[in-house]
T-cell receptor, first 108, second 114 residues
């Protein structure tokens, strides 16, 4: 069983819209969660992390964590074409476990 | 400041051969982790080292081994290569190796096994 699931996607939104990326996890022992962005042919880079239930905002990005539902999401407001990339959700317990990623395309 | 550097960037090997991948962490970072990323999938954890000691190992066969040197650089070795070992191998460094820390990834080594 995959520990971190990212089953939706690919996702396409128009420029300026809100992009909503979702992730579920099965390991209740996971302490913290991360969203990494990976441009095609590049390495992942961290954009958000969240430890506590609720929302965490950083600029145009908001991470949401619901431990009861084992659900993590990333909202990108005012989406830009430069946000087009694959977004990887990762959960941390004894190790960092990544989902397969969601590819986001922002249409100009 | 230099980021995480990996060498080589690309490598082509044949089945049964052995390969060594190298990684230099960001200056001051004491932990190095290795990940395998197959096309279309997320990175999969292989090893973590901190202060030259293995701190974690993922679900990979014994053909995979690694070590960390006193200068905190690291090598990943893969023996008896299989076609399925073809992937992007990513090295990531962090200060203390805590799971709550930000990981800084290198550009990776693209390994092709023919």
């Amino acid at each position: 069983q995959k520990e971190v699931e990212q089953n939706s996607g690919p996702l396409s939104v128009p420029e300026g819209a809100i992009a909503s990326l979702n992730c579920t996890y099965s390991d209740r022992g996971s302490q913290s969660f991360f969203w990494y962005r990976q441009y095609s042919g590049k390495s992942p880079e961290l954009i958000m992390f969240i430890y506590s239930n609720g929302d965490k905002e950083d600029g145009r990005f908001t991470a949401q964590l619901n431990k009861a539902s084992q659900y993590v999401s990333l909202l990108i407001r005012d989406s830009q074409p430069s946000d087009s990339a694959t977004y990887l959700c990762a959960g941390a317990n004894s190790k960092l476990t990544f989902g397969k990623g969601i590819t986001l395309s922002v249409r100009p | 400041d230099a980021g995480v550097t990996q060498s080589p960037t690309h490598l082509i090997k044949t089945r049964g051969q052995h390969v060594t991948l190298r990684c230099s962490p960001i200056s001051g970072h004491k932990s190095v982790s290795w990940y395998q990323q197959v096309l279309g999938q997320g990175p999969q954890f292989i090893f973590q080292y901190y202060e030259k000691e293995e701190r974690g190992r993922g679900n990979f066969p014994d053909r995979f081994s690694a070590r960390q040197f006193p200068n905190y650089s690291s090598e990943l070795n893969v023996n008896a290569l299989l076609l399925g070992d073809s992937a992007l191998y990513l090295c990531a460094s962090s200060l203390w190796g805590s799971l709550n820390e930000k990981l800084f990834f290198g550009s990776g080594t693209q390994l092709s096994v023919l």
